[in-house]
């Protein structure tokens, strides 16, 4: 299985395990709405109205934490789906960076930038060896062309991905990719086999 597979497989893993731990958390909530609205049918005009809003009153906090906790859970599931639509990939056998589904345009410079930050990651690659490595040949270029190269590199990244920062600037080292943001990373197919062998 590739780690691709193998990170799609996981993430519908999770959002089962939260839809299920969801769907407990609303069958509380609407067992406490059944027996509130049983005791609430069966009561009688004779005064206990007050002990049945009295019994209701006490349990109002949990039902409501009940209802809020269903609704977190469903929210969290969606926001691992975004994150992982909107994750940085390689695909290696098509020499492609995606977004997501969405291939990034990239021109042949800013390419190798992006190359050589993914091969680095999570470490900084510095100025100078993003200089050194577009120019090895001698070809003459000003050392803030690196700057303009990551800059549009960053902003089509974050076009793609909807506002998405995956690069970051590291005060004297120069720029990484935030590994937190990126799919099949290198050295994640083979660690992503592992815990499959181990899951198997």
């Given amino acids: 299985m590739s780690a691709d597979s193998a990170s799609l497989v996981g993430l519908l893993r999770e959002c089962e395990a939260r839809l299920l731990e969801s769907r407990r958390s609303v069958d509380d909530a609407l067992e406490m ?3 509130a609205s049983g005791l609430a049918q069966g ?3 004779n005064g206990e109205a007050p002990a049945l809003q009295a019994v209701l009153d006490s349990h109002r906090d949990e039902l409501v934490g009940l209802v809020l906790s269903a609704l977190e859970q469903g929210g969290r599931t969606r926001e691992v ?4 639509l909107n994750s940085l990939v390689y695909r290696e056998e098509e020499n492609q960076y995606r977004v997501g589904r969405r291939q990034v345009g990239l021109t042949e410079s800013e390419k190798r930038v992006l190359d050589l930050l993914w091969q680095a990651m999570p470490q900084p690659v510095s100025r100078s060896n993003i200089h050194q ?3 090895a040949d001698g070809e003459r270029a000003t050392i803030g062309t690196i700057d303009v190269f990551v800059s549009n590199l960053r902003q089509k990244l974050k076009l793609a991905s909807g506002g998405r920062d995956f690069i970051q600037s590291v005060r004297g080292q120069g720029w990484a ?3 937190d943001y990126c799919r099949n990373r ?4 083979e660690a992503t086999g592992t815990e499959a062998r181990q899951r198997a």
Avoid: F, H, I, W
């Fill in 186 to 189: 290198p050295g994640q197919s």
């Fill in 33 to 35: 709405v059944r027996r």
């Fill in 43 to 45: 009561a009688e005009p």
């Fill in 81 to 84: 789906r975004g994150d992982y």
């Fill in 133 to 135: 490595a577009l120019y």
């Fill in 177 to 179: 990719l935030k590994a």
